[in-house]
């Protein structure tokens, strides 16, 4: 969580407490972390894919970012898109 924030500082130039959510995928796009602040604290969530890949949202190079709204990054985690059959597959708990 301290390693992530202190990206977000030295590689953003971004201060964590602003309020925005930082998401952060590894290489081959199964695993996704979300690290915001809020009052008292960091919050982390961390979602690993059995099947399928987080689509990435249009990059920023000037912001060196990745923006959205809250509905897109609720999109992405779930792997909601418009077209239902493009849809990220995901093990049913039985």
């Known amino acids: 969580m301290y390693s992530l924030s202190g990206l977000v500082l030295d590689t953003m130039g971004?201060?964590?407490?602003?309020?925005?959510v930082y998401i952060?995928?590894?290489?081959?796009?199964r695993n996704i972390k979300l690290l915001h602040a809020e009052d008292g604290g960091l919050v982390?969530?961390?979602k690993r894919l059995e099947q399928g890949r987080f689509r990435l949202p249009?990059?920023?190079p000037q912001a060196k970012a990745y923006f959205?709204?809250?509905r897109d990054l609720v999109l992405l985690v779930e792997g909601i898109?418009?077209?239902?059959?493009?849809?990220?597959?995901r093990l049913k708990m039985r």
């Open 58 to 60: 249009g990059y920023d």
């Open 68 to 70: 959205m709204e809250w």
């Open 14 to 20: 971004h201060d964590i407490r602003n309020g925005n």
């Open 44 to 46: 982390l969530y961390q």
């Open 24 to 29: 952060f995928i590894n290489r081959d796009r």
């Open 81 to 89: 898109r418009e077209d239902p059959s493009a849809r990220l597959k």
